[in-house]
């Protein structure tokens, strides 16, 4: 882990775009990701920008968008921008099909994590009034 994090930190004082966080949430999205799609090998950009979203939402929630914009992450391609500076330093590998390119719109950010938490107005309502039957049951 030494190692990862003095090489992450070169990159960053070459690049500072992104933040030594942002790169070890790549890699942590990465394992995230191979876990939960069963690989244990290559990725697409399009698998693992996906599998970033969902790991930030898992521990994030509301905030996961801040998180990675404070990172510098506010679009997929950032995330390519990041496996690619890992690559370029050895810490990650690519193969011959893939390309930056992968990673690019892959989802909206805007949208992907604000509506990830937007309920729509009947299930506000449906929740609202089951509290309410709660309370009125816990007051008698």
Known sequence: ????????????????????????????????????????GHLTGRELA???RDLALDHYGPMAKAVLTHWGIH???DIGNIVYNMISAKLLSKTDGDSLE??????????????????SPSETKKNNKKGDKKTLQNQN
């Open 102 to 119: 992968d990673f690019n719109d892959v989802y909206d950010f805007e949208t992907s994590f604000k509506d990830a938490f937007i309920k």
């Open 50 to 52: 996906q599998g970033a």
């Open 1 to 40: 882990m030494i190692r990862f994090s003095r090489i992450v930190e070169e990159m960053y004082a070459k690049d500072n775009r992104y933040k030594p966080d942002g790169y070890e949430f790549v890699i942590e999205a990465l394992h995230f990701s191979q876990k939960k799609l069963k690989k244990t």
């Open 75 to 77: 679009k997929t391609i």
